[in-house]
C-alpha cells in the first residue's frame, strides 16, 4: 500500500498541485491509490474538489476551492489511469502520466463524457433476400446510429465483403 501511495504523490506533485492539495487527496480524503482516483468521474473530481480546502482559508472562514486549472490536472490524471487499466495491460503506471499525456487524451474524455447511446434497439433493420444491397444498406446505417463505448460509430462491423 505504502508503494501505491508514493507512486500517486509523485504523479499528483509532479503535475504541478500543490503539496497541500496532494495531502489532502491522499490522507483526509484517503485516494491513495491509483485504482481509487482511477474510479473518479468528473462529478467525482468536482466533490472532491469542493472538500478541499486550504488549512489558512478555513481559518479566516474563506474557504476557497481549488483552483480550477487543479481541478482539471486532478481530472485529466483520473481519467489518464482509467485510460491506463481500461485499455492497457491492466497496470496502472502513475509514472508515465504526465501533463503532455493528459493533454493527448483530453479528447478522448470528452468523446466518453459525452458518451450517450440512445438508439432504439427495437427497431433493427430487416434483410430484404430480393434485394441484398438494399439491405446491406440499412444494416450499415443501422451500425452508424450505434456509438461504441469511445463515442466511436460502429460501421466499421460491416465488412465490405460482408
Known amino acids: 500500500m505504502a508503494e501505491h501511495r508514493t507512486v500517486v504523490a509523485r504523479m499528483l506533485i509532479s503535475l504541478g498541485l500543490a503539496d497541500d492539495i496532494v495531502d489532502t487527496i491522499m490522507d483526509k480524503q484517503g485516494y491513495n491509490t491509483p485504482h481509487a482516483l482511477s474510479c473518479l468521474d468528473k462529478k467525482g473530481v468536482e466533490m472532491l474538489a469542493s472538500a478541499i480546502c486550504k488549512p489558512d ?81 440499412l444494416i450499415r446505417q443501422h451500425f452508424c446510429q450505434i456509438q461504441g463505448i469511445n463515442g466511436a460509430p460502429c460501421p466499421y462491423l460491416m465488412h465490405k465483403n460482408a
Open 57 to 137: 482559508e478555513i481559518k479566516s472562514g474563506t474557504q476557497n476551492p481549488v483552483p480550477i486549472q487543479s481541478q482539471e490536472i486532478i481530472r485529466g490524471a483520473c481519467f489518464a489511469l482509467k485510460y491506463q487499466h481500461h485499455y492497457g495491460i491492466g497496470k496502472y503506471c502513475p509514472s508515465h502520466i504526465t501533463l503532455d499525456s493528459i493533454e493527448e487524451l483530453w479528447f478522448q474524455q470528452e468523446i466518453e463524457e459525452a458518451y450517450n447511446n440512445k438508439v432504439d434497439y427495437d427497431i433493427r433493420p430487416t434483410w430484404d433476400v430480393k434485394n441484398c444491397n438494399a439491405g446491406t444498406d
